[in-house]
Structure formats: C-alpha cells, structure tokens
C-alpha cells in the first residue's frame, strides 16, 4: 500500500540559509500535519491542512510556512535557520471523516542545521 | 497539565513475556482517541493501535491490546508474547475533539521498551 513520502530524507544546511520541505500524503488523503522531533524529545504538532486550507497552528516559528498545493502535497519552508531547528520533521497524513482519524506518519525528514 | 503523561522512561521484558505500558491522559473533551505509536531506532513512526473514548470494549490488534479504563483516564498499551523486534520507542498520543475534525496528536514522552534475551 502506499505510504506517506517525504523528500528529502536528510538534509544538512548552515545557520541562516533556508529550507524546503515536501510530503507526499497518502492518496485520496485530505489533510497533512507536520510535527517535529527534537533530539530525545516527543514529536510536537506545528501545522495542519485540510483540503487545502490551513486548520490547524501548533508551536511553529514565525520562521517557518506552509501551504497545500490542489495535488495535496504540501510543504513546510524554513527560513533564517537556526542550530535549534535541527530535528526528525514528520508529515503525517489522514483522510477526516474515518472512524479515528488514524495518521499515518511518514519516513521523516532529519534536518540537522551546521 | 501534561495531556499525556508516561511514567515510564524506559522498560525491560524478556522475549515472550507480556510487557504493560503505561499511559495516563487528560482532557475536559467528552470526543477523543487514544493512540499508541512505535518508533525503532531508525525513526519512524508507525501506528499501532486506537481507542475512541466511546469504545466500549478494548482496542485489540494483533499481539497489542489496549487497557482502556476512562474513569481513571489510563489507556496502557500491553504487548504480548515480546519479541526482540519489540526493541524501541513507544509514545502514546490523543486526539481531542470529535471525528471528522483536523485534530492534532499530543504526544507524550515515550517509554523506551527493551526485549532482552
């Protein structure tokens, strides 16, 4: 079955440069969360998106945005990074409406800021 | 207040033998799920079971079992039968509200669990 897709899986950047990342949801998906993880920490939501529309801000940096394309995928910029923005960065994608609204989590993007 | 509270940084079974893990929430929301999620060393996170707070029985899947008790707000996660496969993080996390809903997953801080020999 398909998976949720993240690119890139690793990604190293410098303090101050920015950062692009993608997440491919499961098809016929309509919402994408992103969270990050920290090193020894617990995943901590930072957005959400249904159906194209933002529904949802956690603990998201000014920093950082983003957006649903029409296709669902969606992206999380980062600007201005960062040491602190190094991290294990999640998408997670569900399709609302479903008996729990179970997220599937993708792959993750490790983001480690020099 | 921590919404997700797991009390144990990390737990020791021996293969074949049934571990509990432990998890407490809190939530004035009537609407919620509870989720358990496995993450191995080498990140990711994957899904292992629900429990909805209108569940009247407990979620089963496979060697995992949920140990819902809502009066105390507890939703513990028990693993059968461990195996060395086991080895990992387990966090345990909540969705507040009703479904059909964006919400969000709280996590808590995990339990590290090691299925020893």
């Known amino acids: 079955a398909a998976g949720v897709i993240q690119s890139p899986r690793h990604l190293i950047k410098e303090k101050r440069e920015t950062a692009t990342l993608k997440c491919y949801p499961i098809p016929r998906h309509d919402t994408v969360y992103w969270y990050q993880q920290g090193p020894g920490q617990d995943p901590q939501f930072l957005i959400s998106f249904y159906e194209k529309m933002q529904s949802d801000k956690g603990s998201i940096p000014d920093r950082f945005s983003a957006q649903q394309f029409s296709d669902y995928h969606s992206e999380l910029n980062m600007s201005s990074l960062e040491l602190g923005d190094s991290a294990l960065y999640f998408c997670a994608s569900s399709l609302e409406g479903r008996a729990h609204n179970e997220q599937f989590f993708g792959p993750g993007t490790r983001l480690t800021v020099l | 207040a921590q919404k997700i509270t797991q009390t144990q940084p990390g737990m020791f079974v021996q293969e074949k033998e049934a571990v509990t893990l432990d998890c407490t929430y809190d939530?004035?929301?009537?609407?919620?799920?509870l989720f358990w999620y496995k993450q191995p060393s080498s990140g990711e996170m994957i899904f292992l079971i629900y429990q909805g707070s209108y569940d009247q029985q407990n979620a089963t899947e496979g060697r995992y079992s949920l140990n819902f008790q809502k009066a105390r707000k507890s939703a513990n996660l028990v693993i059968s039968a461990s195996q060395l496969g086991d080895s990992a993080m387990y966090f345990c996390?909540?969705?507040?509200?009703?479904?059909?809903?964006?919400?969000?997953?709280?996590f808590g801080t995990g339990t590290r669990l090691q299925v020893t020999l």
């Open positions: 939530t004035s929301d009537p609407s919620y799920g």
């Open positions: 996390a909540m969705r507040e509200g009703n479904t059909g809903t964006a919400s969000k997953l709280t």
